[in-house]
């Protein structure tokens, strides 16, 4: 008999050890739902409801089952608790020094219990080893949102995307997917983790290739010196698939962040324009004076003047005349991008404009008024 238990013991830390390398489950959470699982398995089998607890030696993998008792003077029969009492006689018998009032364990282990309990328990051991394996996913998962992660396209359904990452499948939703970009099954993907959630069927993590979040990953994963924090974003727009700009900013006014991040041969953004499938990207210089950073934003059109009104958050900026449909770009692209990317009201004027409608004609000594050159640091890339 105990040869045959001792097998069943083995059986059980190799089932158990299985688990932790293919589920990646702590052995602790293992080995607590055993517990738990023995625990429910007795219950059922013996119909008692008296408060027991489960024990499995981790190391030799035996498991004993106690019942914990009251020490009563006389046991009750017609007590509701009648089966967590025993008698003070009864309980010296196992221990002298027991007296009324005092708490002590039974071991209640029935004879060839393991294997009974593995008929009765199966089920409830899947169900719990499956609800730790999705605590687990969701805590490493949890502490990943915005960050990029790689994976591989499985399959679609109704233009949703599901992305295998290992131990989840993550999901990039239609309204998530960067219009003209097409992934086929097995294609390597990058996305940005844009939320994970915890739902009854496991985590559910929701992937993003639109997001201005994955533009500032994928910069900090190409350029060494923003990793390192030489070279800071600021500020990051994005029309997803068409253009978008990113505003930067070194402290050592020797380091150029703009040059940082373009890379030799422009290599560094084209590497990141390629991973985009081909979206235009503008680098411009972070400015605390708005004036400069304004004129920075419209890149790549060249400024002549901007004029800031601070207490309404808004500008008027001046470009030659042949650069006006540049500054502000397709269907107005260019100054809108540059609008959000600064936070300020822009209005554009080319020169002719500016000068029939008497802008610049102000008193001189008007302090909201500035003629500000753009310093040149930016840079465009194109597919």
Known sequence: ???????????????????????????????????????????RETGSNANTSVSIDRTTGDYHIYAEKNVVETVDPEAENAASQISVADAKKINPVYEAGDILQIEVTP????????????????QKLREAERGVIYDEFSGREGDVITGTVKWSESRTIFVDLGRVEGILPFTEQ????????????????????????GPEIILSRTHPGLLKRLFELEVPEIYSGTVEIKSVVREAGSRSKIAVYAMDPTVDPVGACVGPKGQRVQNVVNELHG???DIVRW????????????????????SVAEDEKASLVVVEDYQLSLAIGKAGQNARLAAKLT??????????????EGFGEEDEDDDILGDIEAEGAHAEAEA
């Open 1 to 43: 008999m105990r040869e045959a238990e001792s097998i069943v013991n083995e059986q059980l830390l190799q089932a158990v050890e299985v688990l932790v390398k293919a589920k990646k489950v702590p052995e602790n959470v293992v080995f607590n739902a055993l517990e738990s699982v023995l625990l429910t398995a007795y219950k």
């Open 111 to 126: 004879k060839n219990f393991g294997r009974m309990a593995a008929q009765t328990a199966k089920q409830v051991m899947i």
């Open 178 to 201: 960067t219009e003209g970009e097409s992934f086929q099954p097995n294609d390597k993907i990058r996305c940005y983790v844009k939320e994970v959630r915890k739902t009854t069927k």
């Open 279 to 281: 979206e235009k990207i």
């Open 287 to 306: 400015d605390e004076d708005p004036a400069i950073y304004i004129a920075n934003a419209l890149s790549p059109a060249k400024v002549v003047s901007v």
């Open 343 to 356: 936070g300020w009201k822009i209005d554009i004027k080319s020169e002719s404009q500016a000068a029939e």
